[in-house]
């Protein structure tokens, strides 16, 4: 089974700043992905990010990039030039490579101030 | 972009009553999933289809829930009998590889 840990209920960070996301993760597989997503207040959830276990570089998408440190168990996310339209619950998640399901943790409520 | 579709948006319905929650996939993905999150909890999984039948399922999913491809394109979850906590946001995916799962944008469930 897999268990995620997001441990910041809620987080400010200031316009053009970075900003980062904890996420530690639990598991006995040996492959495994970890994902990022968005939920923003009207509800919808939108893939932000992915890396793979095996992946040899940190994944980076546009603003996203994906700081992940294997024997720490942990895949934080780093928002860059933070802008108010990412105000929103971010939720990681993982699956094992032979898993259908996504687990998932409980969430980041990042705030963007102006 | 191609884009996850469900429908409706909100749905009300009395408790003991059927509901069914409609889902058009991103056209070549071949895995679909069923996802809720109750008010302010996780998201939590349902269950997952794959080649016209369920590959995994979560504890949540009773003999309540079903799920089906009526045809082509449309991905079906069905709760028999709702009750007051079935009230949730469900969320479809699908996923043509392994790493990128998309989501619609959900359904409102709301059981009175």
């Known amino acids: 089974a897999q268990k995620i840990t997001q441990t910041q209920p809620g987080m400010f960070v200031q316009e053009k700043e970075a900003v980062t996301l904890d996420c530690t993760y639990d598991?006995?597989?040996?492959?495994?992905?970890l994902f990022w997503y968005k939920q923003p207040s009207s509800g919808e959830m939108i893939f932000l990010i992915y890396?793979?276990?095996?992946?040899?570089q940190n994944a980076t998408e546009g603003r996203y990039s994906l700081n992940f440190q294997k024997a720490r168990k942990s895949a934080n996310l780093v928002i860059s030039a933070s802008q108010l339209g990412d105000s929103a619950m971010y939720f990681c998640?993982?699956?094992?490579?032979?898993?259908?399901?996504?687990?998932f943790g409980a969430g980041t409520t990042v705030t963007v101030r102006a | 972009e191609p884009e996850v579709t469900q429908t409706p948006s909100h749905q009300v319905t009395q408790m003991g009553q059927e509901v069914i929650l409609r889902c058009v996939p991103i056209?070549?993905?071949?895995?679909f999933y069923w996802y809720r999150q109750i008010l302010g909890q996780k998201v939590e999984f349902l269950v997952s289809f794959y080649n016209n039948e369920i590959s995994e399922k979560s504890e949540i999913f009773d003999d309540q829930f079903s799920v089906e491809r009526p045809d082509g394109s449309n991905f079906t979850l069905k709760i028999r009998s709702t009750k007051l906590e079935d009230s949730a946001m469900y969320f479809c995916?699908?996923?043509?590889?392994?790493?990128?799962?998309?989501f619609g944008s959900g359904t409102q469930l709301s059981v009175l």
């Open positions: 890396q793979g276990s095996y992946d040899q």
């Open positions: 998640a993982m699956r094992g490579l032979n898993d259908y399901k996504l687990s």
């Open positions: 056209s070549n993905h071949l895995y």
């Open positions: 598991t006995s597989d040996p492959s495994y992905g």
């Open positions: 995916a699908s996923s043509e590889q392994y790493e990128k799962l998309f």
